[in-house]
């Protein structure tokens, strides 16, 4: 691909990820950017752009009235990256898909002013067809160069589908559960190298699951083997990745 037109959007986010990808101090992304065109880009510059090669798009879908706009970049746009967590399974805005009063909760009076609506938080994949996705909250900046990168050297990227656990064995790290904690990793999608196990602490699944996790199973393991009650594990299991089965509590 030569230098290609790219656009960057943000939808419900934190903009984390934006901020992640906006540390200039990372070589790779400096080299990175000597071979793209950033066109539009509204945390850096204000204008509009026409037709792009790519466009990354960061934050969930959670408002009726923001597919017009999901659909108009789509149509413009031969890729499109959902990039973050948020984009890619709903992240953590999807926490509140299983907390009917979460309006009331964050905005207490004026809960039903219009401007305000919003629906469940969903992957920006249940409004427009996308085309890979970079998970993690936040997402990984190495592993979005290295999409980028393989795009530009018209290579399909290579998107994880196999367990942190794998990574974690490689790392030769001492599994959580032996120390008596849980862990996430036994169906969160991999590409992170597992830091979360390695530095002691349980993976969350901050990239999602992988495409056809036994989430039963999952469940299963952290009632038995991480000393949580049911409706504990299942509400953990669906901390980044918008699990939306379980009982809630
Ligand atoms: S994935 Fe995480 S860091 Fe990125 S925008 Fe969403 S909440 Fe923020
Ligand atoms: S610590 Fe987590 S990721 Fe590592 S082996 Fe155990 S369950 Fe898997
Ligand atoms: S180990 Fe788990 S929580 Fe940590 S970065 Fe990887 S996927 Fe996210």
Same mark, same amino acid.
């Given at each position: 691909m030569s230098k290609p037109k790219v656009g960057f959007f943000d939808f419900a986010s934190c903009e984390g990820c934006q901020i992640e990808l906006t540390n200039f101090g990372d070589v790779a992304f400096l080299e990175l950017i000597n071979h793209i065109d950033i066109v539009e880009f509204r945390e850096a510059m204000s204008e509009k752009a026409g037709k792009l090669d790519i466009a990354f798009i960061e934050g969930?879908?959670?408002r009726e009235s %923001?597919?017009?706009r999901?659909?108009?970049i789509r149509k413009r746009s031969a890729i499109v990256i959902a990039y973050g967590a948020c984009a890619a399974t709903g992240g953590i805005n999807a926490l509140k898909n299983h907390q009917h009063d979460y309006?009331?909760?964050?905005?207490?009076?004026d809960a039903k002013a219009p401007h305000l609506a919003s629906n469940i938080a969903l992957p920006i994949s249940a409004a427009i067809k996308v085309d890979y996705s970079v998970y993690g909250c936040p997402m990984s900046r190495d592993e979005f160069i290295r999409i980028v990168s393989h795009l530009l050297h018209d290579k399909q990227p290579?998107?994880?589908n196999h367990p942190v656990c794998m990574e974690c064995k490689l790392n030769e790290t001492i599994c959580r559960?032996? %120390?008596g904690d849980h862990c996430l990793g036994v169906v969160a999608r991999a590409g992170c190298g597992a830091p979360c196990p390695k530095d002691g602490i349980p993976c969350e699944a901050c990239r999602g699951f992988v495409s056809t996790p036994n989430?039963?199973?999952l469940v299963k393991t952290l009632i038995n083997k991480g000393g949580m009650h049911s409706s504990?594990?299942?509400n953990k299991s669906r901390m980044f990745t918008n699990n939306q089965r379980g009982d809630v509590k």
């Open positions: 969930s879908f959670t %923001d597919r017009k999901l659909e108009e309006h009331e909760c964050v905005y207490g009076k290579i998107i994880p559960f032996h %120390d989430v039963d199973s504990r594990a299942w």
